[in-house]
């Protein structure tokens, strides 16, 4: 069964950092791209950006490059999110997503919260 | 990296068809066959429902249809059902390995 599950979220004032994790199990973790995706409060789905199976490609949206990177560790079947100079827009829940014939799977979401 | 456009709302009744629209450019929709969708139940993870325009994952029913013409695409729910109820979200390949995700629209089953 394929699981994904992010921790790391909670409370950060404006330019400070945070890094999430996502934990994956149930499939070849190493052979897959993966998508971090993130909701605000009340809206909609935005993609946040993605890294290929050997963490050698990544690609993000405009309004994190620069500021975020994603990364993994095939070997703990993990990928990260590494957020800096955080600002208020980026309060969300950030999900994590295996991209493998549309994003296929997802976690559950962890809140991250951008506020003094 | 703008946003696909999606109606904000759609409904129907029970047994009836409904088709939410996604609606992009050249550099996306209409561009790739990369389109998916997904549904979304109010505080719970989005969950595949189309991948490809019209691929469905295993274990979704087939009441779910997608397809593509030009730079818009669509997801056509049929047989209504309660528990359809729910946000639809699609999903754009837009080239440079990147995606682009529509507004959302919120089906209610009347």
């Known amino acids: 069964e394929v699981q994904l599950v992010e921790s790391g979220g909670g409370l950060v004032q404006p330019g400070g950092s945070l890094r999430l994790s996502c934990a994956a199990s149930?499939?070849?973790?190493?052979?897959?791209?993966m998508d971090w995706v993130r909701q605000a409060p009340g809206k909609g789905l935005v993609w946040v950006g993605r890294?290929?199976?050997?963490?050698?490609?990544?690609s993000y949206a405009d309004s994190v490059k620069g500021r975020f990177t994603i990364s993994r560790d095939n070997p703990r079947n993990t990928v990260y999110l590494q957020m800096n100079s955080l600002r208020a827009e980026d309060t969300a829940v950030y999900y994590c997503?295996?991209?493998?014939?549309?994003?296929?799977?997802w976690g559950q979401g962890t809140l991250v919260t951008v506020s003094s | 990296q703008s946003a696909l456009t999606q109606p904000r709302s759609v409904s129907g009744s029970p047994g009836q068809s409904v088709t939410i629209s996604c609606t992009g450019t050249?550099?996306?929709?209409?561009?790739?066959?990369?389109v998916s969708w997904y549904q979304q139940h109010p505080g719970k993870a989005p969950k595949l429902m189309i991948y490809?325009?019209?691929k469905r994952p295993s274990g979704v029913p087939d009441r779910f249809s997608g397809s593509k013409s030009g730079n818009t695409a669509s997801l056509t729910i049929s047989g209504l059902q309660a528990e359809d109820e729910a946000d639809y979200y699609c999903?754009?390949?837009?080239?440079?390995?990147?995606?682009?995700f529509g507004g959302g629209t919120k089906l209610t089953v009347l």
């Open positions: 149930g499939f070849t973790f190493s052979s897959n791209w």
């Open positions: 890294i290929n199976g050997d963490g050698s490609s990544t």
């Open positions: 997503a295996r991209d493998y014939d549309g994003l296929s799977y």
């Open positions: 999903c754009s390949y837009t080239g440079y390995s990147t995606l682009v």
């Open positions: 050249s550099s996306d929709v209409g561009g790739y066959i990369y």
């Open positions: 490809d325009v019209s």
